[in-house]
């Protein structure tokens, strides 16, 4: 998918910053089930809260065993899932046509 050999130059960082955006208000959404506010930054603040409880699950055995089941690692796994498996590098690269 992402194996090619780009130019940096050819980025468009705009499109990059608004699926991650898009990303985090998803996240947001699925945590508060609302987008008023300031979404992507509580999208922002569950994706800590999330990597910092996953390294809690991680330093007890116990805990370890039960992350497969944990409700906020397994809400993000599916919206990472249903991000579109066909996008390609070029969906994030500015146009050379002229």
């Not at 090619?4 to 089930?33: H, M, W």
């Not at 922002?44 to 991680?58: A, T």
């Not at 805990?63 to 991000?83: C, H, N, Q, R, T």
């Amino acid at each position: 998918m992402f194996g090619e050999s780009i130019p940096i130059a050819r980025i468009n960082y705009f499109a990059v910053f608004t699926f991650c955006v898009q990303l985090l208000d998803k996240l947001a959404k699925a945590l508060n089930g609302d987008s008023e506010g300031k979404p992507c930054g509580r999208g922002f603040h569950f994706v800590d809260e999330l990597l910092e409880g996953i390294v809690e699950h991680r330093r007890d055995d116990v805990k370890l065993l039960l992350l497969p089941y944990w409700e906020p690692l397994k809400d993000a796994k599916g919206i990472f899932a249903s991000v579109d498996p066909n996008v390609s590098i070029s969906t994030y690269l500015w146009s050379t046509s002229i």
